[in-house]
């Protein structure tokens, strides 16, 4: 096994652990509800109404994912057969 095979192969293992915890976060409830908690109470009105640009686009960036996640859990939850 060469060195480019062993690293291709690392690589590939972890983008597999990624894409577990990626899935695994996507189709919880609690992790969402911390998330989103957090945000609203601490990080959200800091960054958005910070005088920098750049943290006002990192908050609403933020925002965008938790929105983004919030509508994946609604669409498994309206979609998921028992």
Do not use: N, Q
């Not at 919880?28 to 601490?42: D, G, I, N, Q, S």
């Not at 933020?62 to 509508?71: E, K, Q, R, T």
């Amino acid at each position: 096994m060469d060195v480019h095979t062993a690293y291709a192969d690392e690589t590939l293992s972890t983008g597999k652990i990624m894409r577990t915890l990626v899935d695994w976060l996507a189709h919880r409830l609690w992790p969402f509800v911390f998330c989103l908690l957090l945000y609203v109470a601490v990080i959200g009105p800091e960054l958005i109404s910070a005088a920098s640009t750049l943290a006002v686009l990192v908050g609403l960036a933020l925002l965008a994912v938790l929105l983004a996640w919030g509508y994946l859990l609604l669409r498994r939850g309206f979609t998921h057969k028992e």
